[in-house]
């Protein structure tokens, strides 16, 4: 029978509480799954928060009330007929969730219990620190754009980006033998970025950053990832790029920020690389890295807070009332 479960609830733009929402048995190819801990996606979360996040010129793909959260770990409590590969008692991560009206689930992962299609749980290896996989689509946006273009050994790579993705980023180019330059702005990420995702670490509020480049890299950048979703960044990215060099869009352009000159790319030949949502298979080989080490993730969690004290979380976010970059809620 449906469950009563606490969840994480934008009620309207710019309103955040903990609300009560139906979870509904598992249908045919799904399973139930009761959530442990689920990662905050600070960016994408913040744009539906405000009703702003849609594709330009599109509609809103959710209505309000809405319960945010693509990402998430837990435990199966049950199937649904024609589920196969999985058992009850078994951990996984799970992306997408459904509810039963009024609320709507975009994606819904951020809730003590929710029902997701089979084929969008994976099995998590035994031992694994739940909190690892906790923010895995998010970590898999940050592989997909540091593995989607050519990488040599000592690839000059500028990720532009303090936060999750932008460090993800990082730490996949380095993974891959690039030397990584990495451009924020906020003191707390970029001490986490000297640590543990890249080689060099420049204040984008102290230098001119095209200076900055062009002079460790004469020749230009080989790639760029702009993991913010600012056109800016996108102008400067074309001044520091070389010939036939590598633009990846790691962040999320609202409307006003997605137009660029078209002109910059055809000048300098410049290939570009769009990074959005994910893949079984990308999933698969992200849990891999961080298994290897090669993708840090807990040691990004600045902030847990239990899941029925969300709203602390996302006010702290929006308010940037402390210094904060991965966000866990425990369930």
Not at 9 to 30: K, L, Q, R, S, Y
Not at 63 to 80: D, F, K, N
Not at 129 to 145: E, F, H, M, R, W
Not at 238 to 244: A, G, P
Request: hydrophobic share 40%; proline share 7%.
């Amino acid at each position: 029978m449906p469950i009563q479960a606490k969840a994480v609830v934008f009620p309207n733009p710019e309103e955040v509480i903990i609300g009560t929402v139906t979870v509904p048995d598992p249908g045919p190819g799904e399973v139930l799954v009761r959530t442990t801990h689920s990662l905050i996606s600070n960016g994408t979360e913040g744009w539906i928060w405000s009703g702003r996040f849609h594709s330009p010129g599109g509609d809103r793909p959710y209505e309000y009330p809405v319960v945010p959260g693509y990402q998430r770990v837990g435990v199966i409590e049950s199937l649904g007929e024609q589920v196969s590969g999985l058992s009850p008692g078994q951990r996984v991560f799970a992306t997408v969730g459904r509810l039963d009206p009024p609320h709507t689930a975009f994606s819904g992962s951020h809730a003590e219990w929710g029902i997701t299609p089979a084929d969008q749980c994976l099995p998590l290896p035994d031992g694994l620190d739940p909190i690892k996989a906790s923010g895995l689509v998010l970590t898999q946006v940050g592989y997909n754009g540091a593995f989607r273009p050519p990488v040599e050994k000592g690839s000059k790579v500028l990720v532009i980006g303090d936060g999750l993705v932008g460090q993800w980023a990082a730490q996949g180019f380095r993974a891959r033998g690039a030397e990584v330059v990495l451009l924020g702005r906020h003191h707390r990420r970029m001490e986490l970025a000297r640590a543990h995702s890249a080689d060099v670490v420049l204040d984008d509020g102290e230098i001119v950053a095209a200076h900055a480049i062009l002079d460790r890299w004469p020749d230009g950048a080989d790639i760029v990832d702009e993991a913010v979703g600012r056109i800016a960044n996108v102008e400067m990215a074309f001044q520091v790029l070389r010939h036939d060099g590598h633009l990846v869009f790691n962040g999320y352009h609202p409307e006003g920020e997605h137009l660029m000159s078209i002109q910059w790319m055809h000048d300098k030949e410049i290939t570009c690389w769009g990074m959005a949502g994910w893949t079984r298979q990308r999933l698969e080989a992200t849990l891999r890295l961080i298994q290897e080490g090669a993708f840090k993730v807990t040691e990004l969690v600045t902030h847990a807070f239990p899941g029925v004290e969300a709203d602390r979380a996302y006010r702290m976010i929006r308010d940037r009332s402390e210094p904060f970059l991965g966000v866990v809620l425990e369930w």
